[in-house]
């Protein structure tokens, strides 16, 4: 499903607007605790570690110069989507969904440091560069 490129694209920037959407109608509800709020920003997270950690190369040629480009991707529709809502909403931009994301992508990431060696550090500095 996530071979297309447009398709894979709109996929990630839905996931993205939904789970902060999700955080932002959760803090506004009295019976709301942070664990809710944040459990689909986690939960994209630890979707995006895991399709990163399996993805291929269609070609079989480089598997972890496909993991790195899928992951870079992914980091800059997360980054549009950022630039989109601060830009929408002005003075009442929440920025602690999206900080939630990419700690929990630092953290999910350390989780699959060993099976991911050969390109954590490139992974990292692409984390270090998408915002």
Known sequence: ????EEISSMFFRVCT?????????QKTSAQATPVIAYQAIDAFSKL?????????DPEGVNNN???INY???ILSIIVLVLAQAHEQRR??????????????LLNDLNSYEQ????IYFQILTNLRYSH
Request: aromatic share 14%.
């Open 115 to 118: 099976q991911l060696q050969p």
């Open 91 to 104: 003075q009442q931009f929440n920025q602690k969904p999206f900080f939630r994301l990419f700690s929990s």
């Open 17 to 25: 607007e939904m789970s902060v959407d999700h955080y932002l109608k």
């Open 48 to 56: 995006i570690v895991l399709l990163v950690k399996y993805h291929s």
């Open 71 to 73: 992951l870079t991707k």
């Open 1 to 4: 499903m996530l071979k297309g």
């Open 65 to 67: 110069v496909a993991k």
